[in-house]
Structures are given as structure tokens and as C-alpha cells.
């Protein structure tokens, strides 16, 4: 049994692989926002890493070492004149020449910080617009975008159960056709009301007429009422270059919301167990490289505006936190104590490197429990 599961971990390293390799590009990618704004605004960046841990590869293009660690689960760009936990022995940190971020007006300073969340955002936007231009697979990702009329499964003792069955068609709720694309995919009212509803389906050709009451659940952390279906999903043929990019703009804005809604559900509920680390990223990345190239690409979108929202929170060793700090200097016209931002990051990095740790150990958990049933 373990040469069996040693056999077949083998055979999905190349998946592994390209999941380390597309998170590391997400990284990079990011990182290459605040770089190319601090390249127009002529801010000197000494080093540009990714990964961390034993350097692998490193070189000198200009005047920036360009840098390669053993673990690509992070990355940084060094900015001469702005001192951050965590970037290298960051010689440069005191620069106080033309070239140094300090120097520069807030606005530039702004475009340096907010480039990163740019450049994620920008990513998902581009492959949610090429992925409707070339043609959708089949996938739960993209519910309810991709959803048909038939049923696929009942909540079990959801409003549904016992009424409703898999392999339904749907045809009318409240008297209303059911069509694509439309906000009943989810199986949820347009309104937190448990009033009954009535739907017209088809089941083994024969139309029958049904009514169920709404349950009042919560969805990410939102009320909401919901009737428990959830519908199949299908591949789409590739649509014209001017609906690719209108409805990949419109899934790209879907998913940010709904990562909003999660982040504040998480901050509200401070359940870090429901939260993925960086290993079930890589390992989902796999899974979904596994699946195909399309998937793939799917998945590194939806993990980039992850890393967008993530970087928004007013966290210091965030983007979100540096934009604050130098939005309150701009506004008090000094620079606030170094010393008390040093231990402010400081702390905040032991706490992430903490939650780091426990969420990687989590991962390992949840990733090693099915092997670990065929073992014992």
C-alpha cells in the first residue's frame, strides 16, 4: 500500500510541480506590479526575489538582483528608502537620495504599493476574458455562470429534500422561466423570505407542479434563503471577442466579491480552520493542473484575486497596511517613529509566520488523512 501511494505521488509530481510553479508566478507576477511602478517613477529596487530559503538562481539585470529561493510560497521587490520585515538585509533601507521611495510624492508612493493588487486583479481579469473567447470546460468554478435547468443534487434536509430530485429539469420558479445565467442557479430566492415557492419541472417526461418554503442558511457568511439545489454544469463554445470580455469582466467582478464576503465571514467568525495555507493551495493547483490546462488557469485566477483582496486588508506586512502608513504621513507631513513601525511589523510577521505554520500544518493534515486511512 505505501509503494502504491508512493507510486502514485510520483505520477502527479509533474502536477505538483506546475502547482509550485503557477503559485510562484502569481507571486511573481504580483511583485512585478510594485516593480514596474517604481521603474516609472525611477525608484532604485536593489533586490527582486521569489521564494525564500536557500537561493537556487540569482542575477544581475541592471541595476536589480534578480533572485530564485528554494520555497516559491512568497516573494518581495527591495525599494531603496522603505524599510520592510522580511526583504533581504535591505542595505538600501536608509536611502535618502532622488532615487529613494521617501523621496517621492504620495501619489507616486501610492502606484508603487497599490501595483501588486493592480497586477493580480489584471491576471484574473485577462484569463476570465480569454477563457469565454476559447471556450468553457465544464466546472463547478465557474457556478453559476455555467449552469443548466437539470438538477445535479439536493441539499439533504435542505427545502428541496424529498420534493426535488436529481436529474429534474427546471422550468419555471414563481411562475417565472428558469433561463442561463440568471441568479436561481444557486438555488437561492431573491429575497431572505421563507414564503413558499412554486416550480414547474420535468421529471421522466411527465411535468409536475411542486411548492417548497425556502430555508433561511447562510452563505458565506450572509443570510440568505435557499431552496438546496444545485444544478449541472456545462462546457460553453467560445463567444465573440466583445462578450468573452464583458462576461469575463463580470465573473472576475463575481469572484471578488464573493472572496470580500468570505474574508469578512473569516474575520467575523476568527475560524482559521476554514481557511486553506499554502500547501492545499499547491496541492488544489495540482489537482487542477491534473485536470487540464483550462482548470488550471481557472483556479491560479480565482487564487490571484485572493491575493488581491488579502494584500487590501489594513495589515502592515500587507500592501494594504504600507498604503495607510504612508497615507497617515502624507496627511501629519512627517514621517512617523521607525522604531515603532520596525516593532509593529515586526510582531505582525511573527503572527503570520505563526499562522503560517499552523495553517501548513493543517494542509498536511487534511492532504495526508486519505493516505493515511488506506495505511491503518
Known amino acids: ?41 525611477n525608484i532604485y529596487t536593489p533586490s527582486f526575489s521569489i521564494g525564500f530559503g536557500p537561493v537556487l538562481f540569482s542575477k544581475m539585470i541592471g541595476d536589480t538582483l534578480f533572485k530564485l529561493s528554494l520555497i516559491p510560497l512568497g516573494g518581495y521587490v527591495e525599494i531603496a528608502g522603505a524599510q520592510e520585515v522580511g526583504q533581504g538585509d535591505q542595505a538600501h533601507a536608509q536611502l535618502q ?11 507616486q508612493q501610492f502606484a508603487v504599493m497599490i501595483g501588486g493588487i493592480l497586477f493580480n486583479l ?15 470546460p465544464k466546472t463547478q468554478l465557474l457556478y453559476p455562470t455555467n449552469a443548466t435547468t437539470t438538477v445535479a443534487h439536493v441539499i439533504p434536509q435542505s427545502a428541496a429534500d424529498g420534493k426535488i430530485m436529481p436529474g429534474d429539469v427546471i422550468k419555471t420558479i414563481n411562475k417565472l422561466p428558469l433561463e442561463k445565467g440568471i441568479a436561481t442557479y444557486t438555488g437561492r ?22 411548492s417548497l418554503k425556502p430555508k433561511i442558511t447562510y452563505q458565506r457568511g450572509q443570510q440568505t434563503a435557499s431552496m438546496g439545489i444545485i444544478f449541472e454544469t456545462e462546457s460553453e463554445k467560445a463567444a465573440s471577442l ?19 464576503n468570505d474574508f469578512k465571514h473569516l474575520s467575523l467568525s476568527k475560524n482559521v480552520k476554514e481557511m486553506a495555507g499554502p500547501l492545499m493551495i499547491v496541492h488544489m493547483s495540482a489537482k487542477m493542473a491534473n485536470e487540464g490546462i483550462l482548470l488550471f488557469f481557472i483556479f491560479l485566477a480565482i487564487i490571484s484575486i485572493n491575493l488581491a483582496v488579502l494584500n487590501m486588508l489594513p495589515v502592515p506586512i500587507l500592501d494594504g497596511g504600507q498604503i495607510v502608513f504612508y497615507t497617515i504621513e ?41 493516505l493515511l486511512k488506506h495505511l491503518f
Request: glycine share 8%.
Open 1 to 41: 500500500m505505501i509503494f502504491s501511494s508512493l507510486f502514485t505521488l510520483l505520477n502527479h509530481f509533474p502536477f505538483i510541480l506546475a502547482g509550485l510553479v503557477g503559485l510562484a508566478f502569481l507571486i511573481a507576477f504580483h511583485e512585478f506590479g510594485h516593480f514596474l511602478f517604481c521603474k516609472l517613477f
Open 97 to 107: 537620495d532622488e532615487r529613494s521611495f521617501g523621496k517621492k510624492p504620495f501619489w
Open 122 to 136: 489584471i491576471f484574473a481579469y485577462l484569463v476570465f476574458i480569454t477563457i469565454f473567447f476559447v471556450g468553457t
Open 189 to 210: 430566492t431573491t429575497e431572505l423570505s421563507e414564503a413558499n415557492v412554486e416550480i414547474v419541472l420535468e421529471r421522466n417526461g411527465k411535468e409536475i407542479t411542486t
Open 242 to 260: 466583445f462578450d468573452a470580455i464583458k462576461r469575463g469582466i463580470t465573473e472576475t467582478h463575481r469572484w471578488i466579491g464573493n472572496i470580500i
Open 330 to 370: 502624507a496627511i501629519m507631513g512627517f514621517p512617523l517613529n521607525e522604531k515603532a513601525k520596525i516593532g509593529i511589523h515586526m510582531a505582525c510577521w511573527i503572527g503570520f509566520m505563526a499562522l503560517f505554520a499552523y495553517l501548513s500544518w493543517q494542509d498536511i493534515m487534511r492532504i495526508a488523512a486519505p
